[in-house]
C-alpha cells in the first residue's frame, strides 16, 4: 500500500472493522477509524448526521483515502423510518463525500445489491439500478452523488459474514442460536452470494492500493440458496443442521419488501485484481480456522456501549 493518511469512518461495524484489520495485516497504519454509539479503544467518535464534526475531524485527519462503511444497514427498519435513517445513510454519507473531497481525499462508499430490483437475477455493473425498498433508495441514491465526484468508489457487496463483538450477521446468528441447541427458521428460496468479510476487506484494499475508481461489485463467488449456506455453516462450525428449519419464502412476512434474486457479476473485479472472491466453503472455514484471533483481537479492543 503506498503510504496514505486513511481514515475508516464506522471501524466498529462488521465490514468496517475487518477492513482496519485488513489494512494492518498489509502493513498500511490506518490514521484514524471511528465509532458511533460502541466506544472502542483507539477509535474516534463520529456522528456523521453533524457535518461540523465530519468537517473537523477531516481538517484534523487530512486523509488521503476515506473508506465509508458506516451506515444503518437495517432493511426493514429503514423501510419503517425512511426519515431518520435517510439522516444517516444519505445526508450523513453526503457530509463525509463533500468534507473529504473539499479536502482532496477520495471516498470508498460501501452499496449493496439491493439497488436491483431481482427481476433479472443477476446483475453487472452496467445494470441500471431500480431499487424496491427504502434502504436500496438511499444507497442508489448516495451511489450517484459518489459517483460525479473524480476518484471514488463505490463497492456493492451482498450478505456480509464474520467476525464482529455481537452476533448481528446471519452466520453468528446460527451459531449462537445452534449452540444453544434452539431451531432457526431460514427462508427456503432465496439465493444471494454470502461474502465473507476478510475477504471483502482484502478485495477493497487491492482496489484502493491500485488507485481504482468507479463502481465494482465485491461479493463472494458463490450464488447459493440462503437455506443451503446456513446448513453449510452449521457443518463448518460442529453444529446440528437439523434445526434449521425450512419455511416457504412466501411465509417469511418483513416489513421491506426484498429483490427475489440479486445476485451481482463479479467478473470486473476478477479481471483487475489477484485477489479473487472466495467461495463459501472457503469462508466458513476461515472464519472458523480464525476464530482464537478474533478472540485475541476482541479482548485487545474492548468495546462498551458509551
Ligand atoms: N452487512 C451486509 O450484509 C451488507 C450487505 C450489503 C451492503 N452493506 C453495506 O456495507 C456497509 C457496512 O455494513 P455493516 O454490516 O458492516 O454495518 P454495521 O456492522 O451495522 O456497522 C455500521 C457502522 O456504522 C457506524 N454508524 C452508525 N451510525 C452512524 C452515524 N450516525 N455516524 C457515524 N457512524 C455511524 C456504526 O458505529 P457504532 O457501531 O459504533 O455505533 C458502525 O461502525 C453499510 O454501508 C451497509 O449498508 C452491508
Known amino acids: 500500500m503506498p503510504a496514505q493518511r486513511l481514515l475508516v469512518v464506522g471501524g466498529t461495524g462488521l465490514v468496517g472493522n475487518a477492513l482496519v484489520r485488513a489494512w494492518a495485516r498489509r502493513g498500511a497504519q490506518v ?22 464534526a465530519v468537517d473537523r475531524l477531516i481538517e484534523e485527519v487530512r486523509p488521503r483515502l476515506v473508506a465509508l462503511p458506516a451506515a444503518n444497514p437495517f432493511v426493514d427498519y429503514c423501510e419503517l423510518h425512511p426519515e431518520e435513517t435517510r439522516q444517516v445513510n444519505v445526508a450523513g454519507s453526503l457530509n463525509v463525500l463533500r468534507a473529504a473531497n473539499a479536502n482532496g481525499a477520495r471516498v470508498i462508499f460501501f452499496s449493496s445489491d439491493y439497488v436491483f430490483d431481482g427481476k433479472k437475477g443477476v446483475y453487472t455493473e452496467d445494470d441500471p439500478v431500480n431499487p424496491i425498498n427504502e434502504y436500496g433508495r438511499q444507497k442508489a441514491e448516495v451511489e450517484a452523488a459518489m459517483l460525479k465526484g473524480a476518484g471514488n468508489l463505490v463497492v456493492r457487496t451482498s450478505g456480509a459474514y464474520g467476525w464482529q463483538w455481537e452476533p448481528k450477521n446471519f452466520v453468528l446468528q446460527i451459531i449462537s442460536k445452534l ?128
Open 31 to 52: 490514521t484514524a477509524a471511528t465509532y458511533h454509539r460502541r466506544a472502542t479503544t483507539d477509535f474516534r467518535q463520529l456522528d456523521m448526521r453533524d457535518p461540523a
Open 179 to 306: 449452540s444453544r441447541g434452539e431451531a432457526i427458521a431460514v427462508a427456503e428460496g432465496l439465493r444471494y452470494n454470502p461474502t465473507y468479510t476478510e475477504n471483502l476487506a482484502d478485495i477493497v484494499c487491492e482496489l484502493a492500493e491500485l488507485g481504482a475508481s468507479g463502481l465494482y461489485h465485491a461479493v463472494g463467488a458463490d450464488r447459493v440458496r440462503r437455506l443451503d449456506f446456513a446448513r453449510q455453516a452449521a457443518e463448518a462450525f460442529g453444529l446440528d443442521a437439523a434445526l434449521i428449519k425450512a419455511v416457504p419464502e412466501g411465509q417469511f412476512k418483513t416489513p421491506a419488501p426484498r429483490p427475489r434474486e440479486s445476485s451481482l457479476e463479479t467478473d470486473k473485479v476478477r479481471a483487475k485484481l489477484k485477489t479473487q472472491p472466495w467461495g463459501t466453503l472457503q469462508g466458513l472455514a476461515h472464519m472458523a480456522a480464525s476464530e482464537p484471533q478474533w478472540k485475541l483481537y476482541a479482548e485487545k479492543t474492548p468495546a462498551r456501549k458509551s
